[in-house]
């Protein structure tokens, strides 16, 4: 199975928000095929998938079988330096981290994500002056709600 196997479709962590509403907001993400690559949104189910707080484009490099790298871009296909996700395929899932150190609008962003099929658990946060300013020290855990393939 190919990385787009794990990756496109419609992902939402309701049940873990709903077992935990004052830990974890109820998170959409939108990971769909387009012309040139990939877009993802990511939205809040409050604000529903035309508000989302998160919109890019990612282009994917095949490093071998195992390995991939999406790489992100803004609205206008401006490629976000250091930014990318180097993706390894292991123990029948793939596994994310940034490659490099990622800063966008000022702050450090560290990120994670794992597909393991129909789940998808990640982690963000972002540092300015070694402060984390927005983010989580929890996973955030999702499940596929609709498969784009």
């Given at each position: 199975m ?54 890019r ?49 000022g ?43």
């Amino acid at each position: 199975m190919t990385i787009e196997d794990y990756l496109l479709g419609l992902w939402s962590n309701k049940n873990q928000a709903q077992s935990s509403p004052t830990t974890y907001a109820t998170i959409y993400l939108h990971w769909e095929k387009i012309e040139g690559g990939f877009q993802s949104k990511n939205y809040y189910r409050t604000d529903g998938p035309e508000r989302p707080y998160r919109k890019r484009y990612h282009k994917k490099v095949e490093i071998s079988k195992t390995e991939v790298l999406i790489e992100n871009y803004d609205l206008q296909w401006n490629k976000s330096a250091e930014c990318g996700m180097l993706f390894k395929y292991a123990d029948l899932a793939w596994h994310g981290n940034i490659v490099g150190k990622c800063v966008h609008n000022g702050v450090v962003i560290r990120s994670q994500m794992h597909l393991y099929g129909d789940k998808l658990h990640s982690f963000d946060q972002a540092y300015k002056d070694g402060k984390m300013v927005w983010g989580s020290d929890n996973i955030y855990k999702y499940v596929r709600v609709e498969n784009d393939l």
